[in-house]
């Protein structure tokens, strides 16, 4: 089990600039999210794939932001034009689904975002 | 709307002192509660899931119990290696996407 992969682990940039992330989730594994969590916070649901169509998306997600998850394998989200609120921790975290429901989340270790 | 509040935001506690962690929620309609654990800079940890008021999880120094409103995450006799932050988070019936809604986290700190 190689786990959720993320990267890069740390990411600074200027305002303005724009960003991408990679999330490789566990092979079998058919659901993908994107949460964002700030410090001293939970982490807060921005979207999720089912293989590659892109399902739900969370009012936090503004028009900067777009996902994408081709051929239903790894998934990037990007951050178009940053600004200094997008500081934060970028988690990804996969599942499978199942007949009886959904397995578990598991989480990759993230990618903390600095915009300066 | 979905939401959930765990109390308190903070616990410090001497090594082998038990103690209790909750966690308040309102779903529409409780699909799976599930408990977490978070080490500082690293992705949030798979601890339990819960179904059914009345379950009951075990593993190692931690329970997990679940009523119809709250649950708990019971730590007997803790260890400095149980220091980290731990998040409750549920799945309600609101949409079949499996996504997870957090609360803000209980963080924990056992002193030797």
């Known amino acids: 089990d190689t786990g959720v992969s993320q990267d890069p682990r740390h990411k600074i940039t200027k305002r303005g600039q724009n960003v991408t992330f990679r999330c490789d989730p566990i092979s079998e594994h058919n659901r993908l999210y994107w949460y964002r969590q700030t410090l001293g916070q939970g982490p807060e649901f921005l979207t999720y794939?089912?293989?590659?169509?892109?399902?739900?998306k969370s009012r936090l997600l503004s028009d900067r932001f777009s996902a994408e998850r081709p051929k239903g394998s790894f998934s990037t989200l990007e951050i178009q034009r940053t600004e200094q609120g997008d500081s934060a921790m970028y988690l990804c975290?996969?599942?499978?689904?199942?007949?009886?429901?959904?397995?578990?989340?598991?989480f990759g270790n993230g990618t903390r975002l600095t915009v300066t | 709307e979905d939401q959930v509040t765990q109390s308190p935001e903070a616990l410090r506690l001497q090594e082998g002192e038990s103690s209790s962690l909750n966690c308040s929620y309102t779903?529409?309609?409780?699909?799976?509660l599930f408990w977490y654990r978070q080490d500082p800079g690293k992705g949030p940890e798979f601890l339990f899931t819960l179904y059914s008021a009345g379950e009951e999880k075990e593993k190692e120094r931690l329970k997990a119990t679940l009523t119809k409103k709250e649950s708990f995450l019971h730590i007997t006799a803790p260890k400095p290696e149980d220091s980290a932050t731990y998040l409750c988070a549920v799945h309600s019936y609101s949409g079949n996407t499996g996504k997870l809604i957090f609360g803000q986290g209980t963080t924990l700190q056992v002193k030797p």
């Open positions: 779903v529409s309609g409780l699909r799976g």
């Open positions: 794939f089912q293989n590659e169509a892109q399902l739900e």
């Open positions: 975290a996969s599942s499978l689904l199942l007949v009886g429901g959904n397995s578990p989340l598991h």
